[in-house]
Structure formats: structure tokens, C-alpha cells
């Protein structure tokens, strides 16, 4: 497994925590934040996925 994928997940984890949050106590920004660090985590997950099917091939 690449390392961008590991490092997607984590962001994407990170970006559902802070999502979550931020609806709870009404957080516009940490609730804009999280989704932008889901986003990001897509990324590099789909980037480390790419990665690791060029390196398989």
C-alpha cells in the first residue's frame, strides 16, 4: 500500500471528525475545514492508488 493512501485515509478520518464536530456546536469553519480535509484525503488516496497499480503492473 502506497503511502499517499495511508496518508488519505488519515486525512479523511481526520476530515470526518472535524465535519462532525463542527455540526455539533454550530461551526461553520471547523465543519468547512473537515470537508476540505476529506477532500484532500480522496485525493491522495486515489493518487496512492494509482501509484500502486503502475507499481503492479
Known sequence: ?????IKGMGDQAK?????AAGKITGD???Q???KMDK???????AVGGMKDSLRDD
Request: glycine letters at 14%; hydrophobic letters at 30%; charged letters at 45%.
Open 1 to 5: 500500500m502506497d503511502n499517499d493512501r
Open 15 to 19: 476530515g470526518a471528525m472535524k465535519d
Open 28 to 30: 461553520s469553519k471547523l
Open 32 to 34: 468547512a475545514e473537515g
Open 39 to 45: 477532500a484532500k484525503g480522496k485525493v491522495e488516496n
